[in-house]
């Protein structure tokens, strides 16, 4: 059974930081790309960082770039984004996703409040 679980998620200030993780099991981690989306109240879901499986190339939206950080550890099946100077327009639900050529896994999300 395969399974992505986020969490992390939480309500914090303005310029703080927070660490997500996404534990993945039933399926062959190391072998598939693993990303972040995040979905804001009555917008689309939209990619925030994606990492190779490997963990040697990744990349980053726009209003994100300089600020989160996507890594991966093979050993333990998880993927992790570490956010920093988070901004009030950063609160959204944000979701583990793992794709490898036709094969895609979506978690059910972990909710993320930048609020003062």
């Known amino acids: 059974q395969v399974q992505l679980v986020e969490s ?59 600020r989160f950080t996507i890594s991966r550890d093979n050993a333990k099946n998880t993927v992790y984004l570490q956010m920093n100077s988070l901004k009030p327009e950063d609160t959204a639900v944000y979701y583990c996703y793992a794709r490898r050529t036709v094969s895609a896994y979506w978690g059910k999300g972990t909710l993320v409040t930048v609020s003062s």
């Open 8 to 66: 992390g998620g939480g309500l914090v200030q303005p310029g703080g930081s927070l660490r997500l993780s996404c534990a993945a099991s039933g399926f062959t981690f190391s072998s598939y790309a693993m990303s972040w989306y995040r979905q804001a109240p009555g917008k689309e879901r939209e990619l925030v960082a994606r990492i190779t499986s490997a963990g040697g190339n990744t990349n980053y939206a726009d209003s994100v770039k300089g």
